[in-house]
């Protein structure tokens, strides 16, 4: 996977939160405060514009610089949480012009380390963590048994939309919708969404770079 | 629903055109966001800084001058602003003695503040932050992001700013800030929702006959709906979850604050209670503010703030104070 498949995912996830704003956003009034989905799509239009006025040229110094854009533009809880992630994410891949499976598995599981450290949520907490962190773990198991990237990712992003989807029965103990206490419960969380969504944009970049006649990732 | 805006895209834009052009006392950067003082930085005085959501007008903006705060962040409609823009506000006013930044309990701005005030660090600038959390609705658990930072924040604001004017070191005004905040309770009352431009319509359904208690500032719910009573009784309410957490005795501070859709009449009712209950108490009210000083949008409903004051918080308090939204004494 190199520069342009990453670009290609940054891509993808600007269309489909573009597209899904006001889902997000809804999900967000339930238990929030109704701004989940324009602060994203403000995010991704930032990178969509950073990324037009620069060419990094690895993997990493692209998710740096997408990171980077989204903690200035987002704001909120989503800023700092998704922008730092994606810059560790970057710092993790180093220099190297293409990434394998295993390194974007690390990478990723770095994102999750400081989305952990940043908010101090755990599993059950009904956040971000509770897609994030069940995507890593399918994409680890994928890597031992050596499956291809496109059926890792597509695991990955199974287990992500099962863990956003998990949230609807907990009770919030993290973020603004803790202060709901157990009215949290019955409504599915705006950030393991958007991470769900963002995870399912990763599947279906693999996926068409895959197919016959295009660059494999 | 409809609102008097341009487009929603531009509200907080649109909006800081406006204080420039009104304020003349403040140095409005539009494309920044930030509002800072016009007189700019005093050499030798800690910076007051402080920022959060927009939408909560007058806060924090209109209580950026004298004796108050040195510069404000305003963010998005409900969502803290970025650290680019406490870095900015702190680089302009750091008159070399420090930055004080003055945070709600929100994760958002909890978390941006933190990473401006590692990179202001970076720059060998001094900062220190007061955390307000003085919002009783919120059970104070490990299961909470913890109590929210609400009212209390205008007073920490006025407080640790009549401080800064004085030339007080920066260690001593955030000692000074976490006072007010330990000293401070607050509790609010919706009986609407607020409508977000972005949003056009209400962030919840409340019944006719219905209130939510112990509501934030963000249009959020409360933690439990219950029916409309007459004010005596939802002040009780209020006034009994203060006083649980913090028994009130002496000298206090009372602020009931309107939610920014609610007339002044219905806020003077509210502090007729209020004054009655503490009355019974057996406390004082010595100061007291009625009026919208911390709003959320256009929401109907009331919140109450009570700080119990000394000599030298009262001293403090009734310091000059020159900002578009709180004036006195100058």
Redesign the interface.
């Known amino acids: 996977m190199d520069t342009r498949f990453f670009a290609a995912w940054l891509e993808e996830c600007a269309r489909v939160v573009h597209e899904q704003r006001e889902y997000l956003t809804r999900l967000d009034a339930a238990i929030g405060d109704a701004d989940h989905g324009n602060n994203l799509d403000r995010g991704f239009t930032g990178i969509r514009q950073a990324l037009a006025e620069n060419a990094p040229k690895t993997p990493g110094s692209l998710l740096a610089l997408a990171g980077t854009t989204l903690v200035r533009k987002v704001g909120g809880a989503s800023g700092p949480l998704y922008g730092s992630a994606l810059r560790q994410m970057g710092k993790a891949l180093g220099d190297a012009e293409t990434v394998g499976l295993a390194e974007l598995t690390g990478a990723l599981e770095t994102g999750l380390q400081t989305v952990r450290r940043l908010g101090g949520a755990e599993v059950g907490d009904k956040t971000m963590v509770d897609a994030l962190a069940p995507a890593c773990v399918a994409l680890r198991r994928a890597v031992e048994e050596g499956v291809k990237p496109q059926e890792a990712l597509s695991r990955a992003a199974d287990a992500a939309d099962k863990g956003a989807k998990d949230t609807v029965s907990m009770q919030a103990r993290k973020g603004r919708a803790s202060y709901l206490g157990p009215r949290s419960i019955g409504h599915q969380d705006p950030g393991a969404t958007s991470t769900a969504l963002i995870l399912a944009a990763l599947r279906d970049v693999a996926v068409s770079w895959a197919e016959p006649g295009a660059a494999g990732p | 629903m409809k609102k008097l805006i341009n487009d929603a895209e531009s509200v907080v834009a649109d909006a800081l055109a406006g204080m420039a052009a009104a304020h003349p006392s403040l140095r409005v950067d539009v494309r920044n966001r930030i509002v800072l003082r016009a007189s700019g930085p005093r050499p030798g005085k800690v910076a007051v800084v402080s920022g959060g ?1 927009s939408g909560h007008e007058p806060l924090h903006a209109g209580y950026v001058g004298y004796g108050m705060l040195d510069a404000a962040c305003p ?10 823009q406490m870095l900015e506000a702190g680089q302009r006013m750091h008159g070399g003695a420090g930055v004080l930044f003055v945070v709600k309990n ?3 701005d909890v ?2 503040f933190e ?1 401006a005030a590692e990179a202001l660090a970076e720059e060998g600038i001094e900062v220190a932050s007061v955390l307000v959390n003085d919002d009783v ?3 104070d658990s ?4 913890g109590r ?1 930072g609400t009212g209390a924040t205008v007073l920490v604001e006025k407080i640790t700013g009549a401080l800064a004017e004085t030339g007080a070191p920066l260690a001593e005004i955030a000692l000074t800030g976490e006072e007010v905040n330990a000293r401070s309770r607050s509790f609010g009352i919706a009986l609407t929702p607020c409508v ?1 431009p ?2 056009g319509e209400p ?2 359904e409340l019944g006719p006959n219905e209130v939510e208690l112990g509501i ?1 500032i ?4 409360g ?1 439990t709906r219950t029916a409309l009573e007459p004010a005596r009784e939802l002040v009780r309410i209020a006034m009994d979850a203060i006083n649980d957490d913090l028994p009130l005795s002496g000298d206090v501070l009372v602020m009931v604050n309107g939610m920014g859709g609610t007339p002044l009449i219905e806020l003077y009712v509210v502090f007729a209670e209020v004054a009655a209950y503490l009355r019974r108490k057996g406390a004082n009210v010595t100061r007291r503010l009625v009026g919208n000083y911390i709003t959320s949008l256009d929401m109907q409903g009331f919140s109450v703030t009570v700080c119990r004051l000394d000599e030298r918080l009262t001293l403090l308090w009734d310091a000059p104070v020159e900002t578009p939204a709180l004036r006195w004494g100058r």
């Not at chain 2, 963010?75 to 680019?84: A, K, R």
């Not at chain 2, 490990?142 to 992001?145: E, F, K, M, N, Q």
């Open positions: 959501g963010g998005e409609i409900f969502t803290s602003p970025v650290p680019d929100y994760t958002g978390l941006n990473m609705a919120v059970q490990v299961y909470t992001a929210r977000t972005a949003a962030t919840f934030g963000h249009g959020e719910p933690r």
